[in-house]
């Protein structure tokens, strides 16, 4: 699966659809109509979602914050175990922080990227809370293939609104 992802961005940057819940002929009919590249599936679509789906599928698994915001434990042998339904179904996993209570993403805050260990070298993409001074870390966690950034790149006070600076100095350190 690593490398159907690789061979699949050797010749040029994917287009990424992000589906919540929507079903498998949805999908692929806005697949069709728009060429995407790759499907992110960013609901509760189980596993089998990834056969049914006409394009590669990325899924998305949230990881409790524990850590100053909230008091829910992150549960590491049920996310372990819904990783593992993906393992030869989805082309990578897209581990992303969860405020505890809500239903995820877009938090600006990091988890305890330990747990990518606990997934026995499933390839993941990591999201949540990177800037330029901590993706040089997330890249280099074994098993970590890429990273997805939003608010840790963006104008302060200016939210969705990218700054050339730091979109600049977070590729330089993702490299580094």
Do not use: Y
Not at 9 to 38: C, W, Y
């Amino acid at each position: 699966t690593e490398s159907m992802l690789r061979k699949l961005t050797l010749r040029k940057p994917l287009t990424v659809g992000v589906f919540q819940n929507q079903s498998p002929s949805e999908i692929n009919a806005i697949v069709e109509e728009t060429g995407i590249d790759v499907v992110q599936l960013h609901g509760d679509e189980p596993a089998t979602f990834c056969d049914q789906v006409s394009v590669p599928c990325l899924r998305v698994l949230h990881v409790p914050l524990s850590k100053g915001i909230g008091e829910e434990a992150v549960d590491v042998d049920a996310l372990v175990t819904n990783a593992k339904s993906f393992e030869g179904k989805a082309i990578a996993l897209v581990l992303d922080s969860r405020i505890p209570g809500t239903s995820g993403g877009g938090t600006g805050a990091t988890f305890d990227w330990e747990v990518v260990t606990k997934l026995g070298g499933m390839p993941v993409i990591l999201a949540g809370g990177l800037t330029s001074s901590n993706v040089g870390d997330a890249v280099s966690i074994p098993g970590v293939l890429g990273v997805d950034v939003s608010s840790g790149v963006e104008i302060k006070d200016q939210a969705g609104k990218k700054d050339e600076a730091l979109v600049k100095a977070f590729i330089e350190a993702a490299k580094a």
